[in-house]
């Protein structure tokens, strides 16, 4: 096989169209089957089945296609290397919007001062499953996991600390210890669907059978936090995006005997990830912050 079949191939993977691959590439699309049918017959698998007109990815297609990816990632590598091009060098990172606001600032600080010249692309990842994806298919350099521990066996993780997630309301609001079923009452305001700790305390309730009263959903934490100083409801949230709003007196914790299991950040990359000095560098300092937090909470 060679890059221009490989390309091809991506191409089709994409638009799962021979015509439109054929458009796209400037070749004639008899070419296009060609190519395709070459490399099935190297590899000895079927890489698109074949549906009338359609065409749909195989398993072992989408196989392919990670591998692919990586290699032509690898081509354009080795080209820039030996024509000495010198164009910026991107990290692109994943993390759930509590880390970046929260936790990320220090380190991308402390980065940025060791390698200037690294532009940093964020890119949201609220679940295990998100980050697994976006890692594997090489759109992401390294994730911030926030969320239940998962198998992810393609991925190397090492964790940063435990978080801890608490229900919280207005100080001017006393209660007692919050159970499940007290929430039938309650209107609760919650970060978007599809975020890992807001999945895990709605499959909990369900469990429980004791959802809430009402659910208002908003896409900022900061909205969320300014809606429960009102009064407007109760939340969900890690301690850490709330600390400076407990300790001045504008929220308070709520006590609660719900028994959710405990959600972890850890640090992932691909385990065949090439690792360029600078990314090596980032996961260095965000370990060494996140441990540093870390012993601030035991202490």
Not at 202 to 208: H, I, K, S
Request: proline share 3%.
């Amino acid at each position: 096989m060679d890059i221009k079949q490989l390309q091809t191939f991506l191409t089709a993977a994409e638009t799962l169209s021979f015509t439109q691959t054929a458009q796209r590439l400037d070749y004639a699309q008899s070419s296009i089957t060609a190519q395709i049918k070459t490399l099935e017959q190297e590899l000895g698998v079927i890489l698109f089945e074949r549906l009338g007109k359609r065409i749909i990815l195989t398993e072992e297609g989408k196989r392919l296609q990670q591998y692919a990816e990586k290699m032509l990632e690898l081509d354009r590598e080795m080209k820039k290397a030996m024509s000495n091009e010198q164009e910026q060098v991107v990290l692109k990172v994943g993390a759930q919007e509590s880390q970046c606001v929260y936790r990320l600032p220090s380190i991308l600080q402390h980065f940025q001062q060791a390698h200037p010249h690294v532009k940093i692309i964020f890119k949201p990842v609220h679940t295990t499953d998100i980050a697994k994806e976006l890692l594997q298919s090489g759109k992401l350099d390294v994730a911030f996991i926030t969320d239940i521990y998962q198998e992810t066996a393609m991925l190397h993780r090492e964790r940063l600390l435990e978080e801890q997630l608490i229900f919280v309301s207005t100080s001017k609001d006393r209660r007692e210890p919050l159970v499940a079923s007290h929430l039938s009452t309650e209107t609760m305001l919650l970060t978007e669907t599809g975020c890992s700790y807001r999945n895990h305390l709605e499959a909990q309730l369900q469990q429980e059978n004791s959802m809430p009263l009402q659910m208002i959903e908003f896409a900022s934490i900061e909205a969320i936090k300014q809606c429960v100083i009102a009064g407007l409801g109760i939340t969900f949230l890690p301690r850490m995006v709330v600390e400076k709003e407990l300790a001045n007196g504008q929220l308070e914790e709520i006590p609660s005997t719900i028994s959710l299991a405990p959600i972890f950040t850890d640090i992932a990359w691909h385990k065949d990830k090439h690792m360029q000095p600078f990314l090596l560098d980032f996961i260095t300092i965000a370990k060494q912050h996140y441990k540093i937090l870390g012993a601030q909470k035991r202490a």
